[in-house]
């Protein structure tokens, strides 16, 4: 089975011909946020926020240090899923589990009070973003309902903890 943009997850990329770029991604998402987390302990706002963005990165980076065990029947004439992960492919796994608990933490501990439509924008971001991963781990498990759409909304909540984040380095730059 070729690769498919709705049924695997990013992570599978880093098994394909060009799986380097996929590494690369991650070790790069996981640098930057690594220094975005140092900034915003020097700014302050909060330092368990801070902590939990580090978190984050370095989660980024143990993803892109470690492979991703086949799934989905990718690479082709792979199972959909393995009876026995490799090191490699557990050490992926949970590296990403702490990258993806620590940012949706981290959208609750930055929902600043102060600001009822940050807050609102920030609680949401967490609970969508839990949501949406929660919904691609079932899928990635080959739960029948979310098996074929199991990239897709993996995309999803990645697109809302990025924004998310991205936006609250431009919140943190305007204050």
Same mark, same amino acid.
């Given at each position: 089975?070729?690769?498919?943009?709705?049924?695997?997850?990013?992570?599978?990329? $880093?098994?394909?011909?060009?799986?380097? #770029?996929?590494?690369?991604?991650?070790?790069?998402? @996981?640098?930057?946020? *690594?220094?975005?987390?140092?900034?915003?302990?020097?700014?302050?706002?909060?330092? =368990?926020g801070a902590l939990l963005i580090g978190v984050w990165a370095i989660g980024l980076l143990g993803a892109g240090a470690f492979? #991703?065990?086949?799934?989905? @029947?990718?690479? $082709?004439?792979?199972?959909?899923?393995?009876?026995?992960? #490799?090191? $490699?492919? #557990?050490?992926?796994?949970?590296?990403s589990?702490?990258?993806?608990?620590? *940012?949706?933490? $981290?959208?609750?501990?930055?929902a600043l009070p102060n600001s009822p439509g940050w807050t609102l924008y920030s609680i949401a971001s967490g609970v969508l973003f839990t949501t949406t991963m929660a919904l691609a781990s079932a899928a990635f498990s080959q739960h029948q309902r979310w098996v074929d759409r199991? =990239? *897709?909304?993996?995309?999803?909540a990645l697109t809302i903890g990025c924004t998310w984040q991205t936006l609250l380095a431009v919140r943190i730059l305007h204050t």
């Open positions: 089975m070729d690769y498919e943009l709705f049924r695997h997850p990013v992570s599978s990329l $880093a098994l394909g011909p060009a799986g380097w #770029t996929q590494t690369v991604n991650f070790l790069f998402t @996981g640098l930057l946020s *690594l220094l975005f987390a140092v900034g915003l302990w020097r700014a302050g706002p909060s330092h =368990g492979r #991703t065990d086949p799934v989905s @029947g990718y690479p $082709a004439g792979t199972p959909d899923q393995l009876q026995h992960p #490799t090191r $490699a492919g #557990t050490l992926h796994d949970l590296f589990l702490i990258a993806f608990l620590a *940012l949706a933490a $981290a959208c609750f501990v930055f199991g =990239g *897709l909304i993996q995309r999803v």
